[in-house]
């Protein structure tokens, strides 16, 4: 399930003063962070819908949406277990897993 280049969700950055651009690189993405959650309940009943809405959304904001979501977890787990560096556990594997 190849995506041609023009739907893909990257900025298009053609300079390196581009790419340090706030305003181009990750502005134009945050509406999709408020999106992510209805779309994400949306396509929950599929795993190919779920990698399309992964594929289409723009790896900045799906990062921090999966940090987001994670937090919680993380805090209540670490509450329960009166031990605070539970993030610690998995920090290695959660980048791969994104």
């Known amino acids: 399930m190849l995506l041609p280049t023009f739907m893909l969700p990257l900025p298009s950055v053609s300079t390196l003063q581009d790419c340090a651009s706030w305003n181009q690189t990750v502005a134009p993405f945050i509406p999709q962070l408020y999106e992510l959650p209805v779309k994400f309940l949306q396509h929950a009943s599929s795993l190919d819908n779920l990698k399309l809405l992964y594929i289409q959304t723009n790896p900045l904001i799906m990062g921090f949406a999966i940090s987001l979501a994670l937090a919680p977890i993380f805090l209540l787990i670490s509450e329960i277990n009166k031990n605070y560096s539970q993030v610690d556990r998995v920090w290695s594997?959660?980048?791969?897993?994104c």
Not at 93 to 97: H, R
């Open 93 to 97: 594997i959660l980048p791969s897993m």
